[in-house]
């Protein structure tokens, strides 16, 4: 590892996180270039990061998490959304729910067809592959040669079967692979696990790679700005022990911060907006009116139930059952801490002729209720599970703005959910059909009171209503970053920021359109490609 005083090096990137692991892994593979991974948040050390069961309690602790605040958002009566992303090594991806999902080929052949060549989706899979050992073994879809271990979906309590079995009564296609390409399917979903641990890009990519002394991480270490000198990017500002450095790049300046702090991080480089740049007193660098716009995430909503017979996850939580279930994993690596919180999975269109009506249904097999702080304040009381529903690829777009040009004062994060009505409907009246599939007879005998929605629902406008009111959010936050072919986008197919050189973006920000589906392997598809585009650069 590189001596932190040396801050000369070929490439820096900003972010540890889902991508920036990545990154960093792969171009280090060459000893002869120096590379250097820039992180805000502290190391990922803490046992309960690695225990896929324990993300109950490290999903949104603040130890971990930026934990940011949305804007009012107008269409939900002003009010503001929590809005967790990674702040520790790893990202998003040593907090996050696990779920691999990559979504569907039409994803990545709309980004091909809105002018991003090479991102097909017969472009990007042997990325996907590349970067994975699935427990299946390799297939035409899967690897089992790359770093991030992906286990099989299974359930975890009896009422996840029970759920499948009702979307199969439903008319949904019953699946044992869920990144198979399909219209519509439900089963259990992969995991990203492997030999009951967490497999982060961290874990996975970055720590394995750090016994080489050509990779250097410095961790606690926000990035203030690029500096960018007649239009070209010479390296990064940031604060190390209270003292502020320069880390200098000899090829290229690569950002991984994810979908709020990337755009944050080119304006307060002045790289953005020239208008407001000049209005909050920024040089500018670069006039690129897109940055931070087409901002997209999926809204949540949530429906739940109690159970009348002991099928869901309240088993693992009573006294004999979490002992069994300490045991089990202390002494094997096994068991329901062993797995993720929501192992169960399906996607369908509320209009077959629709590919934009996609729904996405996840299944937590006990009450998601927030009673108070820590693990007790979350650990069911009583036998239920927990649907979040959310609508696959939304029509609405936000926006990310800085609001100061102090660089650690967090950006205003504005998403505009459901400014298109379109995405209302659809969500409405996908709620409107798992409502009616839990009532299938493979549930109906344990399906007990339905707790959410709360109050009497008589029609979809009752659902719209209640939509409304109750949804938040899942933490998929892509798109800020636009890549295009078109002069207005924030990076071409290359990641290149147009108008700076030498200075890329890799990470969920750069996605046109949001997949359907979680974006974590997506995010690392598009790192593992970022590492050869920047390979074949140099």
Not at 123 to 148: C, M, Q, W
Not at 179 to 204: F, M, P, Y
Not at 295 to 318: C, F, I
Request: proline share 5%; charged share 20%; net charge positive.
């Amino acid at each position: 590892m590189t001596d932190l005083n040396d801050l000369e090096f070929d490439y820096v990137i900003v972010g540890a996180g889902a991508a920036g692991c990545v990154l960093a892994a792969r171009l280090s593979e060459n000893p002869n270039m120096r590379v250097a991974v820039i992180e805000a948040g502290g190391l990922d050390k803490a046992l309960l990061l690695k225990i896929p069961g324990a993300n109950v309690v490290t999903g949104t602790s603040p130890a971990y998490n930026w934990s940011y605040e949305t804007e009012p958002v107008q269409a939900l009566g002003g009010r503001k959304l929590y809005w967790a992303q990674g702040r520790v090594v790893g990202g998003s991806s040593s907090i996050n729910g696990m779920m691999y999902m990559r979504g569907h080929r039409s994803d990545y052949d709309n980004w091909r067809d809105l002018g991003c060549d090479g991102w097909g989706y017969d472009d990007v899979l042997p990325y996907f592959k590349r970067s994975e050992t699935n427990e299946r073994g390799a297939n035409d879809i899967h690897g089992d040669n790359g770093p991030l271990q992906v286990s099989k979906g299974a359930g975890t309590a009896p009422v996840c079967d029970m759920f499948v079995a009702a979307g199969g009564q439903e008319g949904l296609p019953v699946s044992d692979d869920l990144n198979k390409d399909a219209q519509e399917a439900i089963g259990h979903v992969d995991l990203t696990i492997g030999r009951g641990r967490r497999s982060s890009t961290s874990a996975a990519f970055l720590h394995p790679a750090l016994k080489r002394r050509n990779l250097t991480l410095i961790v606690d270490a926000p990035v203030l700005r690029v500096v960018v000198a007649a239009g070209v990017a010479a390296g990064v500002e940031f604060v190390h022990a209270g003292r502020t450095k320069v880390a200098r790049a000899a090829k290229e300046i690569i950002l991984s911060g994810g979908a709020v702090n990337s755009p944050q991080l080119l304006m307060l480089s002045g790289i953005g907006d020239a208008r407001r740049l000049n209005q909050l007193g920024i040089t500018v660098a670069a006039d690129r009116p897109e940055v931070g716009k087409n901002l997209q995430n999926h809204p949540m909503y949530r429906l739940m139930y109690k159970t009348t017979m002991p099928v869901s996850a309240y088993s693992h939580v009573r006294p004999w059952g979490a002992l069994k279930a300490g045991a089990e994993y202390v002494f094997a690596r096994r068991g329901v801490l062993s797995r993720g919180l929501f192992p169960t999975s399906g996607f369908f269109r509320t209009d077959s002729g629709d590919a934009g009506s996609e729904i996405q249904v996840c299944m937590a097999p006990a009450l998601v209720i927030r009673r108070g702080p820590g693990v007790l304040g979350i650990l069911p009381k009583e036998h239920g599970f927990t649907l979040l529903l959310n609508h696959g690829s939304p029509y609405s777009r936000g926006r990310v703005t800085l609001k100061s040009a102090d660089p650690l004062t967090h950006a205003a994060i504005s998403p505009n959910y459901f400014s298109d009505p379109r995405d209302l409907r659809t969500l409405a009246e996908g709620a409107d059909r798992v409502r009616a599939m839990v009532h299938r007879p493979a549930l109906r005998g344990a399906l007990g009171q339905e707790l959410l929605p709360s109050g009497p629902i008589r029609s979809v406008e009752d659902l719209k209503a209640d939509i409304l009111a109750t949804t938040v959010t899942h933490y998929h936050a892509a798109g800020t970053c636009r890549m295009g072919a078109d002069m207005g986008s924030v990076v071409d197919p290359q990641l290149r920021v147009r108008g700076v050189e030498r200075l890329r973006v890799a990470d969920a920000s750069v996605m046109p359109v949001l997949v359907n589906g979680n974006t974590y392997a997506a995010t690392v598809m598009i790192a593992e490609k970022a590492a050869d585009l920047i390979k074949a650069a140099a």
